[in-house]
């Protein structure tokens, strides 16, 4: 069978797989810094020239910023976009790593072999995972994997400016039949996944006024109505003592997760108690009639991000403030409409305003939540591909926070996405001494030679 | 009679009390600012050259700071010490004010004649209405007004560090029968009052944790708990919806107004609209069965006078963060025992706790509340002498604020003080372009040698 030749070749090449990775961690390309503009320039050639060994017709792309790669190649009836990103985050502190960020090496160690480096896992190691694939499926096949476009980002870790109006602009050869995005991670370790929710999110920063200038509490107090009481007042009846969330309409087209889903979401190994216990705690604080993956990936939230008003220096001020102020966040899920919400949000809060108090908004971002079409033929088989290679059921799990290039495939381009990643909780990515597990790298190009042979 | 002897004396001398009042008020006796130390010695000195030459036994006595004033004179059954402070406050931003703070000057204004300097008001003008009274006395009598002794600090504006050693270094010669501190003010302009309660005060800071560091919502939202979303919970329910304080205990000990004292506030035409209407305010906050009166000078408080957490700057970071903190102070009224109340809160903050988070407490000042003992025949007879001057019922009435130097001559000398003054409210002590009524410093004069004339 033709897909064991390839993961024999994969296996059998592993360690050149390595060596080239670590050639590409050798290249300081931090996008956020300026200083560092040629070194992503460098990185973003390194990966033409690979990928123009391999057949690709690749190319780097200059934008305002850094380049972009573009790379295609191959014949198939589905078109596959695959996407990750070759920046890298800063190294500060520089003196918490215990060796050169940029001098990759493999290390031993008791929960076995790594390769250290900034972007071992975030996300050179990644998007190489690709990339050996592509490499060994040519070597046994002479051709590549199916009708490709490989798209690398050099601005992820500093805000993507280029990102829409390139996107934009080249949309006509960036539009496939499906994205692969590889940016994320194994749920607990050993369980493969695919990202099919992710949750979006709505800002809203609120000041309420009351007295037109700061009071002495000695002169006004009892007397004067205080803005922070009447913040505190208001914001602590934001859930109720369910973990409820209190706004009216706020549950307004939210859904039920689908049966499939729940069933497999049980069938995970979550331990939320070590979950939360990394963190100090012990009790989940979402609705209590829900399980803790459900609070994180299925549920909406709000979340009080910021609070501030009064005297909040040294020592004691008995200052009666004439303002005071708050951030708060909404965590949306599929169904929610963002801009529904905020008025509700903003009449629920003007609805318990005393008669003296008048209150600001001033709204944040905001984006509506993401789920993909797991009816999709492609979901069933990556599933099927990444179960296989890892020997567990591959999930369809969600995501708690916001991957923003899965919203532009789909706000942009119209295409749904795959987020499927490597990755594991203990990685390190954006802090020092980051690492990616060896194992990780090696079955990860291996379930794409999987995805791959399933999907073109 | 001889007191219309005295008054007709004031009433002839009032251009020259007005310029001597005007060459002490052109020392810059700022006594924050060490650029100015030889101006106060050089105000102390002037004093106690004055009060020579009115026969008191005068001098500068040193500090580790600026120099007491202290005299002694005259003959009576009855001692009474009067207190006034001769240093100012800094005069910064000079560019407000209209004149030099330090050259003094009577200006008509539409509501009369003003001196306009920093310290007319706060407290020169007031402290020498004292000594004028006694050089009238003086020029009719021949003698001092009683037995008195003159006590003027120099520190007054910059926390008094000197005055409590003071105190105990020289109780023999301080302790009098009762204490008299001109440095407050008429009640609404016309009506004289004499402060008989003063509120306590008790501060706290508390610092909520959850989470052992900084979250993303992203990834915890939801199953994490946030520790702002505690704090504003457990603040939010400080005051019921009626303004009462829900602390448990939080009334303990608090008793009601003595008949006399509430006939004589609702007698008082307290304009509460245009105290709250000043503000841009118009609903009392506090207890909604208690008139704003009681609200202000006999009904403790509870107020959050600072708050803080999570990201406070600008646009927006979806941190779910590990700790919140807030500023709260108790307003006090006689009755409740600080020490007891910092438990009763204690405990109250605690009992709310969710079980993943804890609470740190931080101590701020504490000072129980004050009343004087008006059944003492000097209270009365005070109050009849400031009827007679303005035509009007004086009243013996509450502070919101704390008044140190009375505390401080309760606890230290174990005396009773009636605080009398005659400033108003538009006087812009501690900021540019203060004044002091003509009106006030002439009648003040006049209250003094009334007051005088009954007690000695």
């Not at 590549?144 to 829409?164: A, D, H, N, R, V």
């Not at 004067?224 to 973990?243: C, K, Q, S, Y």
């Not at 709000?302 to 040294?314: L, V």
Request: proline fraction near 7%; charged fraction near 25%.
């Amino acid at each position: 069978m033709s897909l064991d030749k390839v993961l024999a070749r994969i296996d059998a090449d592993l360690d050149q797989s390595v060596s080239r990775l670590m050639a590409l961690l050798r290249i300081p390309s931090i996008s956020t810094d300026p200083a560092y503009a040629a070194d992503c320039a460098r990185a973003a050639d390194w990966l033409v020239a690979e990928l123009q060994s391999l057949g690709f017709d690749a190319s780097s792309r200059p934008t305002p910023g850094h380049p972009m790669v573009v790379a295609h190649g191959g014949q198939g009836a589905r078109h596959l976009l695959f996407y990750g990103h070759y920046d890298v985050q800063p190294v500060d502190p520089l003196a918490l790593w215990h060796r050169d960020p940029f001098d990759p090496e493999v290390q031993d160690t008791p929960k076995g072999r790594v390769i250290r480096a900034r972007g071992a896992a975030d996300d050179k190691g990644q998007l190489m995972t690709f990339v050996e694939a592509c490499r060994a499926w040519k070597a046994v096949h002479g051709t590549l994997p199916g009708k490709l476009t490989l798209f690398f980002e050099g601005e992820e870790e500093s805000g993507s400016p280029s990102l829409i109006p390139f996107m934009k602009d080249h949309a006509a050869e960036l539009t496939a039949d499906i994205a692969l995005i590889c940016d994320t991670g194994l749920f607990e370790d050993t369980t493969p996944a695919i990202v099919t929710m992710l949750r979006g999110l709505l800002g809203e920063e609120l000041t309420i006024r009351g007295p037109d200038k700061d009071l002495h509490s000695g002169m006004y107090g009892g007397a004067a109505i205080n803005p922070i009481r009447v913040l505190t007042r208001i914001l602590g009846r934001l859930h109720d003592e369910t973990g409820r969330i209190t706004v009216p309409h706020f549950y307004d087209g939210v859904q039920e997760l689908p049966e499939a889903i729940r069933a497999q979401w049980q069938a995970l190994a979550f331990d939320h108690a070590k979950f939360l216990g990394d963190v100090d705690l012990s009790v989940p604080a979402g609705e209590q009639d829900r399980t803790p993956l459900e609070m994180l990936w299925s549920r909406p939230t709000a979340e009080i991000n910021g609070i501030w008003g009064g005297y909040t220096g040294d020592g004691f001020k008995t200052v009666l403030p004439s303002e005071a102020h708050a951030k708060v966040s909404f965590r949306l899920v599929p169904g929610q409409d963002p801009d529904a919400l905020r008025g509700h949000f903003r009449d629920w809060v003007r609805a318990q305003l005393p008669a003296d108090c008048t209150v600001e908004f001033h709204a944040h971002g905001n984006g509506p939540a993401g789920v993909m079409s797991v009816e999709a033929p492609a979901f069933d088989a990556a599933r099927q591909a990444l179960s296989e290679e890892w020997g567990k059921p591959a999930a369809f799990v969600g995501c708690g926070g916001s991957i923003p290039i899965a919203g532009y495939f789909k706000t942009v381009l119209g295409m749904d996405a795959m987020l499927i990643g490597f990755g594991r909780d203990d990685d390190l990515i954006h802090s020092p001494n980051e690492k990616y597990d060896l194992e990780c790298f090696h079955k990860g190009i291996r379930s794409w030679a999987r995805v791959l042979a399933r999907l073109t």
